[in-house]
T-cell receptor
Framework: DVKVTQSSRYLVKRTGEKVFLECVQD?????MFWYRQDPGLGLRLIYF???????EKGDIPEGYSVSREKKERFSLILESASTNQTSMYLC????????????????FGPGTRLTVT | AQTVTQSQPEMSVQEAETVTLSCTYD???????LFWYKQPPSRQMILVIR??????QNATENRFSVNFQKAAKSFSLKISDSQLGDAAMYFC????????FGKGTRLHILP
């Protein structure tokens, strides 16, 4: 059974803290994605990665960085958390096809609801 | 730039009835893919249905079907025989070399 897991379902951090959100997939997928989901705004892509040590900026990368040292793991890093980064963060993975971002189904994790106070 | 619009933030339908969720998009590309994803309350998002733009035939998956109008750039989702388990947030997504999600439609099923 396909599985994408995220390290925490709920997280509360203070302003200025460094925050790590971890995502692991067990499907040997090349692509991995980080989104944030906010009411009325839908899903917005932060970063994606199509291979180990490769990363591409999405629509809203400011204030975030990512790390992909192993194929199955994709980390989202908030270098200095701010209150406007309070959100639901979704990780997803998919197969790669001829270098295209994704024409295949994305498999999503359960999400991490991050609150920055 | 490509955009995806879901004009109905919320909808309600009676159980066993049919409901249509709308999605329009804007693109100058001819080769792309469209998806509907479902996010049940407190559960993981899953794929409902997928449509390749080069295919004229509308995709169907059991009670779920799409009405794909390429010229009109419209991609609506029809749910037949609505069930309580269909209650969820539904997202339309456009993919070519980037992926863009709509803002979502929250669907309520009335028993």
């Amino acid at each position: 059974d396909v599985k994408v897991t995220q390290s925490s379902r709920y997280l509360v951090k203070r302003t200025g803290e460094k925050v790590f959100l971890e995502c692991v997939q067990d499907m040997d997928h090349e692509n991995m994605f980080w989104y944030r989901q906010d009411p009325g705004l839908g899903l917005r892509l932060i970063y994606f990665s199509y291979d180990v040590k490769m990363k591409e900026k999405g629509d809203i990368p400011e204030g975030y960085s990512v790390s992909r040292e192993k194929k199955e793991r994709f980390s989202l890093i908030l270098e200095s958390a701010s209150t406007n980064q309070t959100s639901m963060y979704l990780c997803a993975s998919s197969l790669l096809n001829n270098g295209r971002i994704d024409i295949y189904e994305q498999y999503f994790g359960p999400g991490t609801r991050l609150t920055v106070t | 730039a490509q955009t995806v619009t879901q004009s109905q933030p919320e909808m309600s339908v009676q159980e066993a009835e049919t409901v249509t969720l709308s999605c329009t998009y804007d693109t100058s590309e001819s080769d792309y893919y469209l998806f509907w994803y479902k996010q049940p309350p407190s559960r993981q998002m899953i794929l409902v249905i997928r449509q390749e733009a080069y295919k004229q035939q509308n995709a169907t998956e059991n009670r779920f079907s799409v009405n794909f109008q390429k010229a009109a750039k419209s991609f609506s989702l029809k749910i037949s025989d609505s069930q309580l388990g269909d209650a969820a947030m539904y997202f339309c997504a456009y993919v070519d070399d980037k992926i863009i999600f709509g803002k979502g439609t929250r669907l309520h099923i009335l028993p």
